[in-house]
């Protein structure tokens, strides 16, 4: 605690008392990126984010160019794509976590990164090796290989995540936590903004200086650029608290949901995520409606609309990053509940209109990320190193689950009630997960005897 006056010199005085409960040091972004280790996560992830983002770009245009018939709607195609990439995250998403607790996070960091990598530079290879090939089951043998890529790039991620999210406790002090969070969460959103929004012209640019094989050079050589970025990061783990090689799965996936189950905070704290990924996840599709019904844009632009969430949501994450410090990660994420709420009803009446309709939208993405970032700091302040994988990765299957869910029922159940009463459903969901999560993580008060 730093004094007015310097203390004095002579020993006859008494010492002035020390606060009982000092006031923990406000650590911003800067003391964050000083540190040279969470640079180099940082970075890593930068090329990593925005790999995962073009690559779904990247297999687009492939469709389009390679499979797609003239008059054919590409969504059979990407709907197949989107269903590759989202069972992995359900089979492995808590798996993986168990094994991420028992090996060195950077090197899974690392290969995980290097194997996706490796697998995006064998398209090409695998389009010209089937492209004579008779079609399987009505498809090409081409795009079946590019399902399969998609299943295996997947499966990888979910290494990927829970190593990460385990690295950052390892090399953040508890106090910079926040900060982390806030530098982490904004980077997916800005990868997502960035990837959505040049990934095209990166790609066909790409094309022009390496014919046939650019686009694939691009996506696949972010994903092996991260993997030596990362060869520079120390987590300071050692063999001694890796764990035990002997792995039991399913049991340590039942010591995971035990601890969930008598946590209060870090089980409020999934809950909370999962209700607000859930409602993003809606949102996403919802947005392809809206795009339809405003006449400012055209249907086909509603990734407009999602960019507009994504900037919400990282000015949401940098004003956690500057002043979340001076309230509490439960309080904050309540704010974020009843904040999403508010804004999702104003943008049930102004969904038909463009500009109040991106102020809505921007708006429910800051205090998304007011939910988001409190939460998932909380989940790594309160998880002890040994169960951190364990916890990461059913955080990681349930938030998979949160996230594909949604999408198959909102379409449905705006087609039956309408958009409006759909977003007021959110609406309702949002302050009612909100309160219900703050009620269970509040602190108990003493029991008197």
């Known amino acids: ?6 203390p ?3 020993t006859d005085l008494p010492e002035l008392p020390k606060s009982p409960n000092p006031e923990p ?3 911003d ?3 964050v990126l000083a540190n040279p280790n969470f640079l180099s996560l940082w970075c890593g992830q930068i ?4 790999a995962d983002k073009v690559y779904l770009v990247l297999i687009i245009a492939i469709i389009s160019a390679q499979f797609q018939s003239e008059g054919e709607r590409i969504s059979g195609w990407v709907s197949s794509v989107m269903v590759a990439f989202t069972i992995p995250a359900i089979l492995f998403g808590s798996i993986a976590g168990v094994y991420v607790d028992r090996w060195s996070k950077k090197w899974v960091l690392v290969v995980s990164n290097w194997l996706r990598g490796i697998l995006v530079m064998s398209v090409p290879l695998l389009l010209w090796l089937t492209k004579d090939m008779e079609p399987i089951w009505g498809s090409p043998v081409g795009f079946w290989g590019i399902l399969a890529i998609t299943f295996l790039v997947s499966t990888f991620t979910q290494f990927f995540t829970p190593a990460e999210q385990s690295a950052i406790t390892l090399i953040v002090e508890k106090p910079k936590l926040l900060s982390a969070n806030s530098i982490y969460t904004t980077t997916i959103m800005a990868a997502m903004i960035l990837g959505f929004a040049i990934g095209e012209p990166l790609l066909a640019f790409a094309d022009t200086l390496i014919k046939q094989v650019g686009k694939e050079v691009v996506v696949g050589g972010s994903y092996l650029i991260a993997g030596m970025i990362l060869l520079l990061l120390k987590t300071g783990e050692t063999p001694a608290n890796l764990g035990s090689h002997e792995t039991h799965v399913w049991s340590d996936i039942k010591d995971g949901l035990r601890y969930l189950r008598d946590n209060q905070q870090v089980k409020a704290a999934l809950l909370q995520l999962v209700s607000t990924f859930s409602i993003v996840a809606a949102l996403t599709v919802l947005v392809v409606r809206m795009a339809e019904i405003m006449p400012e844009i055209k249907a086909e632009q509603f990734g407009f609309l999602l960019a507009d969430a994504s ?3 990282a000015i949401g994450a940098t004003i956690i990053g500057k002043f979340g410090q001076k309230i509490s990660r439960q309080k904050l994420a309540l704010i974020g509940s009843i904040g999403m709420s508010i804004f999702l009803a104003g943008l049930a009446f102004l969904c038909d209109h463009l500009g109040p309709g991106l102020v809505m939208i921007a708006c429910v993405g800051v205090f998304a990320g007011m939910c988001v970032i409190p ?6 302040e309160e998880t002890p190193e040994e169960m951190r994988g364990k916890v990461f990765g059913l955080q990681n299957n349930a938030i998979n689950i949160a996230l594909s869910l949604p999408l198959a029922l909102a379409g449905i159940a705006e087609s039956y009630v309408g958009l409006e009463v759909v977003i007021l459903g959110l609406s309702s969901i949002a302050l009612l997960s909100g309160i219900f999560t703050w ?3 509040r602190p108990q008060a003493p029991t008197k005897i």
Do not use: N
């Open 1 to 6: 605690m730093t004094h007015l006056f310097d």
């Open 25 to 27: 040091p406000q650590e």
């Open 375 to 380: 939460m998932q700091t909380v989940i790594q």
């Open 439 to 441: 009620y269970i993580a």
């Open 29 to 31: 972004v800067g003391s």
């Open 311 to 313: 900037a919400g949501m």
């Open 8 to 10: 004095p010199t002579t």
């Open 47 to 50: 090329f990593s984010q925005i």
